[in-house]
């Protein structure tokens, strides 16, 4: 890797500054300063800044349980963003695989591995998300028999012109439902339940493929997955 690369990577200089820090002799690879930006770096060579030793930072994998009011996305808008809550470096970094609405909680994976994250979200996957759904009012008896049937046959929701991939809804109270989808549209759980005449009044993620939300986490907390949780989507 080219050492500008090396150092816009491994602290907060652009490009541009490594370049200039270079130019004031700041830099030094092996013990010997180096002016040269376009230099080859790899894994054997030690690089510094001001004296500083510099490393790369692998490739990170972190599951998130995302609070109400935090939001998965890659610029500041009203809320603090879902990678503000990563006590890592540079977790500016790191993505949401797949994003949950300002209000809804529950597990969000982070990764600055795309490939990764590609292996979940592809369609082609077909990668189960397990959602815990709270509705303004009771769906019960046939209707909610109805409403089984409708979300496994899939259903047209407003301004699309496919219907939705089979779903699997459970009703486990009259209000309470756990909603298994294979797909992500734009606010699916929430437009699904609007297609047959309910509001959603809170929603939360539970699991993502086999990898389930860790009960020890408390809304705002994360902890880096195991290779094992890793590696199941390998
Ligand atoms: N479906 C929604 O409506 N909202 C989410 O945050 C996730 C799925």
Redesign the pocket.
Known sequence: MRLDKFLSDTTDLTRSLAKKAMHREEVMVDGVVVKNPATQVGPDNAVSWLGQSLALVGMRYVMLHKPAGAECSARRGLYPLAHELIDLPKAERLNPVG???VD?TGLVLMTDDGQWSHRITSPKRRCEKV?EVTLAEPLEGEAARRAVEAFREGVLLDGEDQPTKPAELEMREAQRARLVLIE?KY?????MFAAIGHH?TA?H?SSIGPITLDAALAPGEWRELTQQEVDAFR
Do not use: A, E, F, M
């Open positions: 994003r949950l609405d809804t959602y992500g606010h699916q759980v929430k437009r959603v929603l993620r």
